[in-house]
């Protein structure tokens, strides 16, 4: 169950909740796969990623360095949310 500071920050930018939807199915995504797939602008879906980051549902992959590795990994706290999204 989302709490009611959870809607308030996935309302705060328009492609927040669409993309912890998508984090939710994958589990993790590369940037390029999350914008073709939410057909998202570059820009808005950035502000999105620094968003979810600064909110701690989402962290940069440590281990990133292969391309089929995903860029972002949703955190214990950031499962929930995108459960819920």
């Given amino acids: 169950m989302l ?23 994958d589990g993790g995504i590369r940037f390029a796969v999350a914008a073709a797939r939410l057909s998202a602008p570059r820009n808005s879906l950035a502000r999105a990623f620094e968003q979810v980051v600064a909110v701690g549902w989402v962290l940069r992959n ?17 499962r929930p949310v995108a459960a819920g999204s």
């Fill in 62 to 78: 440590p281990g990133h360095g292969h391309p089929l590795r995903p860029e972002y990994l949703l955190t214990e706290t950031g």
């Fill in 3 to 25: 709490t009611p500071q959870d809607l308030q920050q996935l309302g705060a930018n328009r492609w927040a909740m669409p993309l912890m939807a998508a984090l939710d199915h």
